[in-house]
């Protein structure tokens, strides 16, 4: 089970900071992914973090302002947010991957178990 929190109203150029917990399977073996999802749009790839937290991989739209980190002590995955632009703009999920010990992966079809999502709204 994954539950993420920490989203929010901001202004653009502003910060935050999404966690995201998991329980029910040992957290440390599977990589975790970030997705957000706007209103008629396909789930769209943020960024994802290897099992052991040493590689990360972003979408380009957001390469310089987003950093995904992982506390395995916490079972908890991290996504910190900056210099955020209306575009930005979305509900974002967590997913766990369906395999172990991964680099991580882009492709949303990979990840069994997903968030129930926290929105994000950036206002210009």
């Known amino acids: 089970q994954l539950q993420a929190f920490g989203g929010g109203l901001v202004q653009a150029g502003g910060s935050l900071r999404l966690s995201c917990a998991a329980s029910?399977?040992?957290?440390?073996?599977?990589?975790m992914g970030w997705f957000r999802q706007t209103p008629g749009k396909e789930r769209e790839f943020v960024a994802t973090?290897?099992?052991?937290?040493?590689?990360?991989s972003y979408a380009d739209s957001v390469k310089g302002r987003f950093t995904v980190s992982r506390d395995n002590a916490k079972s908890t995955v991290y996504l910190q947010m900056n210099s955020l632009k209306p575009e930005d703009t979305a509900v974002y999920y967590c997913?766990?991957?369906?395999?172990?010990?991964?680099?991580?992966?882009?492709?949303?079809?990979?990840?069994?178990?997903w968030g129930q999502g926290t929105l994000v709204t950036v206002s210009s």
């Open positions: 029910g399977r040992t957290f440390r073996m599977y990589a």
């Open positions: 973090i290897s099992s052991g937290g040493g590689t990360t």
């Open positions: 997913a766990s991957l369906r395999r172990t010990w991964s680099v991580g992966s882009a492709n949303a079809n990979e990840y069994d178990y």
